[in-house]
């Protein structure tokens, strides 16, 4: 008898079956907050019209994609775009952050911009990091935008923007690195 084998939806957070998410959506927290909770095992699955970034800071994890399933080492960078096919199990002690956020704040930033809206339109693993430092001030700017997240600071939103801006040309600029970066294809 062949098991079914159905994709989980989520549009929320993984595991939250209530969640719902909204266009201005963003939310930043460690992978230990959630994964541990699932016994370090986040089943494949798909996020609507959420867009997820993982930052690997130390350790490693098999990741699983439409296609197959690797090992990856940190540090690393694992950009998921909303309908992506997806499936991590980590191998703890593994330290890092998921940031998710509504795939329509990803358009919105870079509308007018093509060639980076691309860089977002498939799973991309990010390992290797030419500039000295790159994956540190990625890690601060990921520091401050928690810090604006939960705080009451004037012109927050304008500030998270900003934030998001870098974090997400960082990324970008990593991807047109020649052979310094990987593409998963999805089934897009």
């Given amino acids: 008898m062949q098991e079914n084998k159905k994709i989980i939806n989520y549009d929320g957070l993984y595991g939250d079956e209530s969640g719902r998410y909204s266009a201005e959506y963003i939310f930043l927290e460690s992978i230990a907050s959630r994964s541990k909770d699932f016994d370090w095992h986040i089943k494949p699955h ?3 019209q959420l867009f997820q970034v993982f930052i690997i800071k130390n350790g490693s994890l098999s990741f699983q994609d439409a296609f197959e399933s690797r090992t990856i080492e940190a540090p690393c960078v694992i950009v998921i775009p909303a309908t992506a096919l997806h499936g991590l199990t980590y191998n703890p002690p593994v330290e890092g952050f998921i940031l998710t956020l509504s795939a329509s704040i990803i358009e919105d930033i870079f509308q007018t911009s093509h060639p980076v809206w ?5 799973i991309r693993v990010l390992q290797y990091f030419t500039e000295e430092n790159l994956f540190d001030t990625m890690l601060a700017l990921l520091k ?3 810090e604006e997240l939960f705080s009451e600071q004037p012109e ?3 500030m ?3 934030l998001l ?3 997400f040309l960082y990324t970008h600029r ?3 690195q020649k052979n310094q970066w990987q593409v998963i294809v999805t089934g897009k």
């Fill in 118 to 122: 691309q860089t977002f339109e498939k």
């Fill in 165 to 167: 801006t870098q974090f």
């Fill in 46 to 48: 798909v996020h609507i």
């Fill in 156 to 158: 927050r939103s304008l």
């Fill in 160 to 162: 998270i923007r900003a």
């Fill in 174 to 176: 990593l991807t047109t």
């Fill in 144 to 146: 401050h935008l928690e």
